[in-house]
């Protein structure tokens, strides 16, 4: 039979009370962690009137995000977002996804940021922000400035911190309106109850905000001369959709896909670098060898930098941006193993069911990746140790629905780490920071992962 998580008041009350407190303590994944040990990867928890499964199976996960991909869907997860992000990619299932995905594919392939240089003038600004910082230095806030200001310049044509007063507005109601969405996800198919007032302002500032540039990108529609691709990505979503408010939720739609996952990631980097001084060292090292007094950083460049590759993936097992996500059968499915007395029998999964997956307890099985699995070691990924990790690994999830950002992402994060490095090759922990186990720190969960102490750091 398959492991069930331990329940005793009526509707899973009491673990959806301990999971609050957990939450409002910043240590949920800790606190849970001895529960999935003694679970194993695939368990059901009965709660609110449905019994959920979760399964942290790589067999699993590929069945329900790739062979059997068309048998699962975002469920609540649409109604739940709606009044913020709108019509888009990331509530959309079946054709209207299909028609999204490849939509957005296009100015993702064509986009400036390919040879990097559109990254320059961002991460610049990021270094002279941090230049003019003194003492401890908190790294977090500095990412989310810099990954929204990649992003909207992505989307947007138009950096929004060139917009200074606009933006902090923006960036408000957006950081109000994900917090209440992740409370409304939370709460599944009683998402409805929880419906503020200050929540449906900031979902109309937000949309408010991106009309302009839509409507600007319209208007210079046709013009030619400098600068007049600056709105490709709109200009060609509009030329397929023919709906400026289409457009506009799609362009919502990315951007909540593309910032906080990569600021996070940035912050996370840092975070344990320097506290694991000798991988630091090695990045070091490898920049300087690679670079020189090179500033600009090209993809042959980072395709030569692989410690900066593991890093970057160690990063992403420990604290994959997404670390816990779900899917809902849209019919009657199953899953091919977790079930019967020994669990590896397959698992009926009954239209309307739910399958949540965590990437964040998959990535640190002992049985996957060793008993150092809780251990930041960048060098588990140089040689054969994980060539057959396949969907054991799963930052980016995988299969039709793949992020489409990756690419993005990675460089991104690249530039931001390298530049960083080589202007403060002294960045360390400020004396009398705690070092604990990773996982037992605390942690900021909203649909992203974030350090909730942030990233502290001496740059001189
Ligand atoms: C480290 C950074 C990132 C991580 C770890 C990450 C992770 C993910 C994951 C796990 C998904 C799948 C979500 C699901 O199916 O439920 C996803 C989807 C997506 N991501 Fe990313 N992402 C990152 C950065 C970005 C960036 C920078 C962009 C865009 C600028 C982006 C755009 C998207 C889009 C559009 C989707 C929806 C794809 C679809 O449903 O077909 N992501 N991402």
Known sequence: ????????????????????????????????????????????????????????????????LSTRFEDFGMGFRRQALLPFIGEGIFVQDSTAWKHSRELLRRPFLKNHYQDLKGFGEHVESLIAGLSSSSGVVDLQPFFFRFTLATTTALIFGQSVNDLEEAQQTFAKDFNYASMISTLRMRLQDFYWAYNPSRYRAACSGVKEFANVFVKQALQEKNRTGPNSDRYAFIQDLYDEMQDPVLVRDQLVNVLLAGRDTTACLLSWTFFLLVRHTSALDRLRSEIRSIMGDERELTRTHVQKMSYLKYVLNETLRLYPSVPINFRIAQKTTWLPRGGGSDGNAPVLVRRGGGVGFLAYYLHRRKDLYGDDAHEFRPERWEGPE????????????????????????????????????QTFPNIRLPPDYPVVPTGQEKQTLTVFLSSADGCKVLLD
């Not at 899973?12 to 999935?36: E, T």
């Not at 039709?400 to 690249?414: N, T």
Request: glycine share 8%; charged share 15%; proline share 7%.
């Open 1 to 64: 039979m398959t492991a069930q998580f331990p329940v005793k008041w009526p509707l899973g009350i009491d673990v959806l009370r301990s999971q609050l407190a957990a939450i409002a303590d910043d240590r949920l994944f800790a606190y849970q962690q001895p529960f999935i040990d003694k679970l194993g990867p695939s368990f059901t928890l009965d709660m609110l009137g449905a019994t959920g499964y979760t399964t942290m199976d790589p067999m699993n996960l590929e069945a329900m």
């Open 386 to 421: 994980l060539a057959n990790i396949g969907w054991g690994y799963i930052p980016f999830h995988g299969g039709p629905r793949l992020c489409l950002g990756k690419d993005f992402a990675l460089m991104e994060a690249s530039c931001a780490v390298v530049r960083i490095i």
